[in-house]
């Protein structure tokens, strides 16, 4: 959001200087008259450009960007980090007996980022002006998510936000260790990818043609395996383009399938069914749902919204589709274990070991067991699939080579042979 500097009268006559944060100038302005200051002079200090008709239109047209921006998909990557590390200093402020508001004007003055002082800035202006910590957040859902927010809310009716915090902080800092190990498990594959397929590029363009049209300048009849090679030189000269263009086509047409209901449903199955890759992802969604239900459950918030909350965030719809199921039972008065074996989706003994929490009343303990075992699990899989993977990938690149070395060798060795 766009930030203003003003000169302005206030009541009484006195001139009054500062800035504010707005989505225009005439916004500016308003919030301005609200507090019955008269603005004479508005300048937009961000981005160093003023605040006229032309200034008007790019921060209109920039804010539209930016609304377009503000799914409720809560943070990712590196945004995870900076909330992580935000609400560990908020839960740390508040738990020192520090008034929220007080808590909130340090982390606006201590903000690494013009963005994350602007946000803070407008959560405190948002609180003071009567809303709760959980509605303030909630006007900024790509930091925030639905999960952060509802826990936070939570932690406002019971009166420990602080704990429900902290309690976040460590939650956030296991999701962005999982993701890393996920991550770290296809970069190697997908480097290897890239790397092999711009060296096979660069010799069917460059290296194979001279070659081959040396071959063909000599005037004998070429082997089979030549002339395949030739055909696919020829093909990577003359039609890269289109290669190009097919493979932008492909990754739009799947997005969009992606996109919709069933066709996310029908791709998340297919992945879980793809051998070890679908046993890493089924044990990722796993430790996400127990790790979160668990994490909402502790700080208070309904066993119904808790779930609601979770299939949001599990990443895999075909586990989402379960926990939407678990959480229809339960409105029907069933318990969580039964309705989460019959799905058929989560192992035996999740739904054991939940029954086993449930009976004995300490199901976020036992929801906690199941994903730091889980994660475990996905450490031994996340070794295996990069183990597994990179001799397939370097096989794969050498039998590409050696054909093309191979087709190159075949007619120089008959010539030598006549």
Not at 107 to 121: G, H, N, P, S
Request: charged share 20%; with cysteine; aromatic share 6%.
């Amino acid at each position: 959001m766009p930030i203003y500097e003003y000169k302005a009268f206030a009541s009484g006559g006195s001139v009054a200087t500062g800035v504010i944060d707005a989505d225009t100038p005439r916004a500016a302005r308003d919030k301005l008259r609200k507090d019955k200051i008269l603005v004479t002079e508005l300048r937009q200090i961000k981005g160093g450009r003023s605040a006229g008709l032309a200034g008007g239109f790019f921060s209109r047209t920039r804010a539209k960007i930016q609304n377009l921006r503000q799914e409720p998909s809560g943070p990712s990557g590196r945004d995870l980090e900076v909330v992580g590390g935000i609400t560990r200093q908020m839960g740390t402020l508040l738990g020192a007996g520090i008034p929220l508001a007080e808590a909130l004007r340090a982390m606006v003055d201590q903000a690494e980022t013009r963005r994350l002082q602007t946000m803070f800035r407008e959560i405190r202006e948002g609180i003071t002006q009567g809303l709760s910590l959980g509605d303030a957040l909630a006007q900024h859902p790509r930091m925030f998510s639905e999960l952060y927010v509802n826990m936070v809310r939570a932690g406002e009716a019971t009166g420990h936000v602080d704990q429900v915090l902290n309690r976040l902080a460590d939650f956030l800092q296991a999701q962005r260790a999982l993701q890393r190990k996920v991550v770290s498990a296809l970069t190697y594959p997908l480097l290897m990818i890239c790397l092999g397929g711009g060296v096979i590029a660069v010799l069917m363009t460059v290296v194979v043609p001279k070659i081959t049209g040396m071959l063909l300048d000599t005037g004998q009849e070429l082997p089979l395996p030549t002339l395949i090679l030739v055909s696919i030189s020829e093909a990577f000269q003359n039609w890269w383009w289109a290669g190009l263009l097919g493979i932008a086509a492909c990754s739009w047409m799947v997005e969009r399938y992606y996109k919709s209901e069933s066709g996310k449903l029908r791709v998340d199955r297919f992945m879980l069914g793809v051998p070890i890759i679908g046993d890493m992802l089924l044990k990722s969604a796993i430790s996400r749902f127990t790790r979160t239900l668990s994490t909402l459950l502790t700080s208070g918030v309904p066993a119904v919204r808790a779930l609601e909350i979770t299939s949001t965030v599990v990443g895999n719809q075909v586990i989402a589709n379960a926990t939407d199921h678990v959480r229809k039972r339960i409105l029907e008065g069933t318990d969580i274990a039964g309705p989460l074996r019959g799905t058929g989706v989560f192992p035996s003994v999740v739904g054991y070991m939940v029954a086993v929490g449930e009976q004995t009343g300490e199901l976020e303990q036992m929801l906690d067991r199941i994903a730091d075992a889980y994660d475990e699990e996905l450490d031994v899989v996340t070794e295996r699939v990069t183990a597994l993977l990179e001799p397939i990938m370097i096989i794969a690149l050498a039998g590409i080579v050696g054909f093309i070395v191979y087709s190159i060798i075949l007619p120089i060795l008959q010539v030598s042979s006549i």
